[in-house]
Structure formats: structure tokens, C-alpha cells
């Protein structure tokens, strides 16, 4: 390449990366989501119109202007910039056919109707060499969906199209040749394109201004649909917990079949809750015999014990909560016999919910009986029940139900149709707030979303931030009106065209004057 030009191609690549920003911004991750927001690529017009007036050593500009407008990277695996290469490979192999086939087939001048068509057609094929260069790639790397590269192809096939078209005019009202009539076009085309692709600009900024608000109004309403039945589901299970131990028997004790009936009809339509367990409260003196009754109706080898993931036999105390029954059994039998006074969280909830006389909710906690380690919180109700010669009624023991916080919440937003975004809950009963769940990892925003949901007496505060991903369902109504206005604007440049050519004989290769 020739110094001088050097120049020449440098100013090219600022060019170029200017106007790759402008009206269509390249991101990898969000063009592998959905199209591109607004298809219009004027560089694609320029770098063809630059090679096809000054020749193939204006290409390493074309080269550097697409690697510019993708700057800085999305990433730095080798995937994604095996995808930003074949970007440039695209641009340039694009910008060099399109200039061959304009100097052979219509020329630069433009200046009849058989010409202009000829352009069109030339446009057309160009953007679909960009557009197959940097997909095909994407697709045989596996970033992209066979499904998802449809849209996306006819969304960079357009964009690259009416780039072409209203592109290279532009750059040729300033360079092409012959300069009479490009001259005279300067007012006539160039002022009238560069006019309405501000106006269109402005139209796109409202616009997207118009589907930001509806946007944030639709993720508004989704997300208070989300934390109204977070909080209708707590309460239910309240009321749930409260109900069956106000019916509960101690005639019963010696059987397991009324509380598996109840408490299984209320799990199989609730798979957010792991178990319901109920623990009898046993003072030291009647351990003993407590312990021989349940060897002979529960489990052979039961025992009051400390550790749910040990078996150390509880040692001596007043009193114990002894895990009774539980529901389901299978894959939950270490927590069989567990005195859920023997740990301080479970014992908080225990002595809260009698002295409540109402379901009260643990602090966050772990489960470890299945190996995995998953975040929970424990809800307990006060059975009370009249012993035999006394007016007041006793405390029985306390029913417990175990929720897990993850998989709630991921059932609980597929059911609104709000799946697949990330989601906080923190439990804020104390001055320390406690994460309970966290998948945006510290970042927060002023726009996300934050409900107070309470709990047996604790408050939780739920948090689903706002993502652009929200805009997929809004954007295709202000796409359709920016299109429109593209093409609309592609038409004139057609038009202005013919009507500026009007009588200037047709000639074919032009790049030489």
C-alpha cells in the first residue's frame, strides 16, 4: 500500500467505525438474542462506495473500520472473536465484490434508470454476502441457532441493504465522478438524505423512548404478579398449617394415617414445599417411654436425637420436640427423631410459634439430607390440646413445613410467565439483612424491582431487576414503524437519483475520471 494512502485509509476506519455506531450498535450477546433494533448500516455503503472511487488499497480501511465499530469486544474467548473476524472478513469481501460489480455493471454515475436499477440489484447481493459472512460462522460455531438465524439474517441483510443505498450516494456526491453532475447532486440528494435520516433518527430516539416506558409498565405489572403470589402462597400456607392443627387428634397418636392423608393431600399440589413434618414435644421423664412407643409404631430404630446429619442419641433435658411423623418419608428419613430444640435456629422457631400461638418462620437455613445444599425456610404451627382434668389447653407439639427458596421462586415465576430472570430474597427481620437467594451477584439498579413479602412473623424483601431482554416483547411494533421509515427514505434515494441523472448519458466505469 502506497503512503499516501495511508491517510486515506485511516480516515476511512474512523469513518467507518463512526458510522457502524450510529443507528445500529454491533453487540455480539444481544445479536445472537434477537436483530439487531434498527437495520440500517450506512458503513456497509461507504466502505463499497470508497473502494469502488479510489480502488482495492482502500480495503485495509474497511478492514479496521469493522473491526472499530465492534470495540471494545463483548468477549475474549476465542469463539467471539472467531465471530468479530468473520464480521470483517463480511465487510471487506462485500465492499470489494460491490465495488467490482458497480464499476461493471452500473457505474458510478447513476445517471439513468437501467443504472439506478442495476445499483439496487448490486445493493441487494452485497448485503447478503455481509449478511451470510458474519452468521454462517456463528451458526457453524454453535452460538447461534439454525431457529434464530432466519431473523437475523434478514435483519443484517436489510441493514447492510439500505446502508449501500443510501451510503455510497452520499460518499459519491463528495468524490465520484463525473464531479458536474455529483456536484449538482450535493444539494439536490445529499441534503435531502442526510435531512431525513436525522429526522429518522429523532423518530427511532421517541420511539424507543415510547417502548422503554412499555416496556418498564409490562415488567411492572409482571413483577407485582409475581410478588402477589409469593405472598398469597405464604399465606395459604399459614392458613394450611393453622387448620390441621386445630383438627389434629391426640387420639390419633398411635397412627400415622391421618396426618399422612392431610399432609400429603396438601403437598402433591404444592411442589415448592419438601415435607411437612410434626414433632411432639416430650418432657425428660416421658422420653422413655415416648422412645418404646415409637420403636413399636414408627421405626424399630428410633430415637430422640441431636443431629440430623449424625445419629448422637439427644442428650438429657427438660423437654425435647421430637420429629414424629413426616411426610414424605422416602429420602427424608435422617431428620426422623431430630429434637428441633437441639439447634439454635430451629429452637428460635419452635419457642416463637408458642409464643405466638401462630405459624412462625425460621431464620434461613441449609438442608444437607439429599447430599445438595439448598436453601430453606421453616415454618411452624402450635398444636395446643386439653389434657384431661385441666381448663387450659397444652402445647402437643408444633407442625413444620419446609420450604425451599430457589426452586419456589422458579415455580413460582414460570406460573407467570416470568421465567428465566434472575431474582434476590433476602430476609431483612433483622438490622443485617440475610441473602437467602442471590443471582444478581451485589449488582443493583435504581429501575429494579423490590417487594415486601412477610412470612410467619418474618419480612423478606424479593428483588427481579429490569432487563432490556423485556424490550423483546415490545420492540417489533416501533421496529416496524422505523423499517418502514427506512425504506421510505431508501425510495427517495432512488428517486433524487433518477430525477438528478435526468439527461446525463449512461456510461459504465466511471471510477477512472
Not at 431473523?151 to 441483510?157: A, H, I, K, S, V
Not at 424483601?461 to 421509515?485: D, H, N
Request: charged residues 15%; proline residues 4%; contains cysteine.
Amino acid at each position: 500500500m502506497a503512503y499516501g494512502a495511508l491517510p486515506a485509509n485511516v480516515v476511512l476506519a474512523l469513518l467507518l467505525g463512526a458510522c457502524g455506531r450510529w443507528l445500529w450498535h454491533f453487540d455480539l450477546p444481544s445479536a445472537l438474542e434477537a436483530p439487531a433494533a434498527t437495520p440500517l448500516f450506512l458503513a456497509a455503503g461507504i466502505g463499497m462506495a470508497a473502494v469502488a472511487r479510489c480502488g482495492s488499497g482502500m480495503l485495509p480501511g474497511v478492514a479496521l473500520g469493522a473491526l472499530l465499530f465492534q470495540w471494545p469486544p463483548a468477549s475474549n474467548d476465542l469463539a467471539a472473536i472467531g465471530a468479530q473476524l468473520a464480521v470483517v472478513a463480511g465487510a471487506v469481501l462485500q465492499a470489494a465484490l460491490g465495488a467490482r460489480a458497480v464499476l461493471r455493471w452500473s457505474g458510478m454515475a447513476l445517471a439513468g434508470g437501467g443504472q439506478v436499477l442495476r445499483f439496487l440489484l448490486i445493493a441487494m447481493a452485497c448485503g447478503a454476502i455481509g449478511a451470510s459472512m458474519a452468521l454462517l460462522p456463528l451458526v457453524a460455531m454453535h452460538l447461534l441457532g439454525v431457529s434464530k438465524l432466519w431473523p437475523n439474517w434478514l435483519n443484517w441483510w436489510a441493514g447492510d441493504t439500505l446502508g449501500i443505498v443510501l451510503g455510497a450516494p452520499l460518499l459519491w456526491t463528495v468524490l465520484a465522478a463525473p464531479r458536474a453532475l455529483w456536484r449538482a447532486r450535493l444539494l439536490r440528494l445529499a441534503a435531502p438524505l442526510l435531512l431525513g435520516a436525522l429526522a429518522l433518527t429523532g423518530a427511532f430516539a421517541r420511539v424507543s423512548a415510547w417502548d422503554q416506558e412499555q416496556s418498564r409498565y409490562l415488567f411492572q405489572l409482571k413483577a407485582n404478579e409475581v410478588g402477589d403470589l409469593l405472598q398469597f402462597q405464604f399465606n395459604e400456607h399459614e392458613r394450611f398449617l393453622f387448620a390441621v392443627g386445630k383438627v389434629f387428634d391426640e387420639s390419633d397418636i398411635g397412627s400415622s394415617a391421618k396426618f399422612s392423608r392431610l399432609a400429603r393431600g396438601y403437598l402433591d399440589n404444592r411442589p415448592e414445599l419438601r415435607l411437612i413434618s410434626l414433632a411432639k414435644r416430650v418432657t425428660g421423664s416421658e422420653r422413655p417411654a415416648f422412645e418404646q412407643w415409637a420403636r413399636a409404631h414408627i421405626s424399630p430404630a428410633f430415637h430422640i436425637k441431636d443431629n440430623i446429619v449424625g445419629d448422637d442419641q439427644a442428650g438429657g433435658r427438660a423437654e425435647y420436640f421430637a420429629t414424629t411423623y413426616i411426610e414424605p418419608m422416602a429420602g427424608n428419613e435422617r431428620a426422623l427423631g431430630i429434637d428441633l430444640l437441639s439447634e439454635t435456629v430451629r429452637a428460635n422457631m419452635v419457642q416463637r410459634a408458642v409464643d405466638r400461638h401462630l405459624a412462625a418462620a425460621s431464620a434461613p437455613l441449609t438442608l444437607v439430607q439429599t447430599g445438595q445444599r439448598q436453601q430453606a425456610v421453616l415454618l411452624a404451627q402450635e398444636i395446643k390440646q386439653f389434657s384431661e382434668g385441666k381448663q387450659s389447653a397444652q402445647t402437643y407439639g408444633v407442625l413444620v413445613a419446609v420450604i425451599e427458596i430457589g426452586s419456589y421462586l422458579k415455580r413460582t415465576m414460570s406460573h407467570t410467565d416470568f421465567d428465566g430472570f434472575a431474582v434476590k430474597f433476602e430476609d431483612v427481620s433483622q438490622a443485617k439483612p440475610v441473602v437467602v437467594v442471590d443471582e444478581l451477584h451485589g449488582q443493583s439498579s435504581p429501575s429494579d424491582y423490590q417487594r415486601p413479602l412477610s412470612l410467619g412473623g418474618r419480612n423478606y424483601l424479593l428483588t427481579l431487576p429490569y432487563t432490556p431482554a423485556m424490550l423483546q416483547e415490545t420492540s417489533w411494533q416501533s421496529r416496524a414503524v422505523v423499517v418502514a421509515g427506512l425504506c421510505l427514505l431508501a425510495l427517495l434515494s432512488l428517486l433524487l437519483l433518477l430525477l438528478t441523472g435526468h439527461g446525463e448519458p449512461a456510461r459504465k466505469g466511471d471510477a477512472a475520471a
